[in-house]
């Protein structure tokens, strides 16, 4: 069992920054790909990055392309993802989700796990 919690949200103006963490409980998380979704009011939950076991392989949305980076610190069971040049349409609750595979998804229905969220609000 994993147990993730999701920390760094909160309120920023629009072109500014944030970093997202999130913090996974057990041994195996250094075999397990990582993702972060995100979900707006009335919207779908979207793939913003996802990550593999290793760090050596990533995916983002296209809309985050450039001004969003996922990284992972496998020492410190934690996933983190660094977030610039902020737009409105950031606005969502983020999740930080884990796979038992050493390959990252696009698809939130191939993760295992998931964090509670954090909300990022992005004013313009």
């Known amino acids: 069992q994993v147990q993730l919690v999701e920390s760094g949200g909160g309120l920023v103006q629009a072109g500014g920054s944030l970093r997202l963490s999130c913090a996974a409980s057990?041994?195996?998380?250094?075999?397990?790909?990582m993702g972060w979704f995100r979900q707006a009011p009335g919207k779908e939950r979207e793939l913003v990055a996802a990550?593999?076991?290793?760090?050596?392989?990533?995916d983002y949305a296209d809309s985050v392309k450039g001004r969003f980076t996922i990284s992972r610190g496998n020492a410190r069971n934690t996933v983190y993802l660094q977030m610039n040049s902020l737009k409105p349409e950031d606005t969502a609750v983020y999740y930080c989700?884990?796979?038992?595979?050493?390959?990252?998804?696009?698809?939130?229905?191939?993760?295992?796990?998931w964090g509670q969220g954090t909300q990022v609000t992005v004013s313009s």
């Open positions: 990550i593999n076991w290793s760090g050596s392989n990533t």
């Open positions: 989700a884990a796979r038992r595979t050493y390959s990252s998804g696009t698809k939130a229905d191939e993760y295992d796990y």
């Open positions: 057990g041994r195996t998380f250094s075999s397990y790909a």
